[in-house]
């Protein structure tokens, strides 16, 4: 096997991969070249290990930056740091910020094996860029066919060597490398490069170096820059450079930081609740959005009495029932209403008011602040509107019933059977993450393949409320083959020596594989046919 030699220099020309002439070298740099203009890519980064650069990186949100494993090899949070918005390594421009988190994926071999894939990482930034560096962003599957489809150029930059075994670069440095299919890329690179690479051909001479590793190959899309993939490996600065694939690991950066291809705003949920003093009331706002709320407008249900407070009080002076509304606007200027009917007053005598000293047994029924409750455990002094695992609330005590979406999760294998345990809703409406749904109370689903899904349930009622949650679940195809392996799948990704049930026979992995069918691999395939599976 061949040695595998990590060097963490810079880029200059344009060699972002791993080379190697009889050894791989991990961190290449950009080699023919031109200078980037200053600052005219917000999203790269420098890594700099005890305080020099060694590899580079993409930042894709303000909190995270995209890298590749190899360069985190030997890394700790005290010794590395990031340094955004720089142009000149010597002149320490740009801002450096401390990393509170290095996260490899975890089929991650290290350096011996970059050839086998998952080399990706990300870091967690301990405090947020500054908002005048532009973060790249995660491409879809549709942007990456549109802009990097082969022979479309996409830009590699970096900080490495400007030739093997040169000199790496002062200021950054950038070259358009053609994208090329991985069938003439795995030519260039005597190895069968994965549908996970990218590959960026070397055409002039041009091409990542030592030092480049982890940095963006990126393409610009109007006034946004979407990362395509990462600097990964390749052969003496020379010919064609291996990428890290973003689209392929997309689930897997969103799981780890939350960030979503193309992040939705969605409409805010409006929701409060009240206790009441005597004739003042007084409202706590429970709404909720993923990107904030910006605006409260309350309406108490007597005359024209408003506010614009996010937990109002208000005197009522007199006792009565009043209908109060509550609509909120998101930073993208939607809005959602609720209205609930606020029993100012005495309550009606629908049970009997919890008393704070008194033992509840299960089964036994109080009212407080105009609801009832009904005892699930055996208590005492736990306030109903506290403490769920005690009390389930059921009907005001005019009647009516507040809207709570809520459901569990069992998993077998691919299918999923949701338990929905909402209150008050007269209908259920489920969205799969698949492109599937159902009207069903409590629905099995069966996924078609493995992965993580986000589940959602939203529930309505007569009055026109509604409330919506999400859960996300992960599913794993059960079936085995013969001799209990595992049946071959197209979808899943094989390491050397993995083993599986085709066709009646097994098979084992020659090296890492993804999509090719045992049945077809000949004598020098990615599979070896082991025999019958009897």
Not at 260 to 269: I, M
Request: hydrophobic share 30%.
């Amino acid at each position: 096997m061949k040695k595998v030699k990590i060097i963490l220099s810079a880029l200059t020309a344009i060699s972002s991969c791993a080379y190697a002439s009889n050894d791989i070298d991990v961190t290449p740099s950009v080699v023919g070249g031109v200078e980037t203009p200053a600052y005219s890519r917000p999203y790269q980064v420098a890594l700099l290990m005890n305080g020099r650069q060694g590899c580079g990186g993409t930042l894709i949100s303000p909190d995270w930056v995209l890298t590749a494993a190899h360069c985190l090899d030997s890394a700790s949070t005290a010794s590395l740091t990031v340094r955004v918005g720089a142009h000149s390594i010597s002149r320490g421009d740009g801002q450096t910020l401390r990393v509170s988190q290095i996260i490899n994926h975890e089929r991650w071999r290290g350096a011996n094996g970059i050839r086998s894939g998952y080399d990706i990482a990300l870091l967690k930034l301990a405090s947020p860029a500054p908002t005048q560096y532009t973060p790249a962003k995660l491409p879809t599957t549709a942007i990456e066919s549109q802009y990097a489809n082969v022979g479309n150029y996409v830009t590699v930059s970096g900080w490495g060597l400007t030739s093997n075994r040169g000199r790496p670069s002062d200021v950054l440095r950038e070259a358009e490398l053609p994208v090329i299919s991985n069938s003439s890329c795995s030519s260039l690179l005597n190895f069968s490069i994965p549908g996970s690479v990218v590959c960026g051909g070397g055409e002039g001479g041009r091409s990542a170096c030592n030092g480049d590793s982890g940095g963006p190959y990126a393409v610009r899309v109007g006034n946004d820059f979407y990362s395509i993939g990462t600097v990964s490996w390749g052969i003496a600065c020379q010919g064609a450079t291996a990428f890290t694939r973003t689209t392929s690991y997309l689930d897997w950066i969103k799981q780890k930081t939350g960030i979503g291809d193309n992040p939705t705003d969605n409409p805010p949920v409006a929701n409060f609740t009240y206790s009441v003093n005597g004739t003042v009331a007084n409202f706590t706002n429970q709404s909720t959005d993923d990107k904030g709320i910006t605006q409260y407008q309350w309406n108490f249900g007597q005359g024209n009495a408003t506010s614009s407070a996010e937990n109002p009080s208000f005197d009522y002076a007199a006792a009565g029932n009043f209908n109060v509304t509550l609509t909120v606007t998101d930073t993208k200027n939607q809005t959602s209403s609720t209205s609930k009917v606020v029993n100012i007053g005495t309550p009606p005598e629908c049970a009997p008011n919890w008393d704070a000293q008194k033992s509840y047994a299960p089964g036994e029924k109080v009212s407080f602040n105009g609801a009832v409750y009904e005892a699930i455990w055996w208590s005492q002094g736990a306030q109903p509107d506290l403490y769920s695992n005690v009390w389930r609330k059921g009907s005001d005590c005019d009647g009516s019933t507040d809207i709570k979406a809520d459901f569990a999760v069992s998993t077998n294998g691919l299918s999923v059977s949701l338990q929905n345990n909402s209150t008050g809703n007269t209908s259920s409406s489920w969205n799969f993450g698949d492109g599937k749904s159902s009207t069903e109370n409590s629905p099995t689903h069966t996924y078609a393949l493995a992965g993580q899904y986000t589940i959602e349930l939203r529930v309505s009622n007569r009055d026109g409320q509604s409330d919506t949650i999400s859960k996300t679940v992960s599913v794993k195809d059960g079936s085995t083959g013969c001799n209990g392996l595992p049946t071959w799948s197209a979808a899943a990704v094989y390491l050397k020596g993995d083993r599986v049930a085709h066709a009646g026979n097994i098979y084992e992995a020659n090296w890492w594989v993804q999509g090719d069918n045992p049945a077809d691999s000949g004598q020098w395939g990615p599979w070896k046919k082991l025999g019958a599976c009897n």
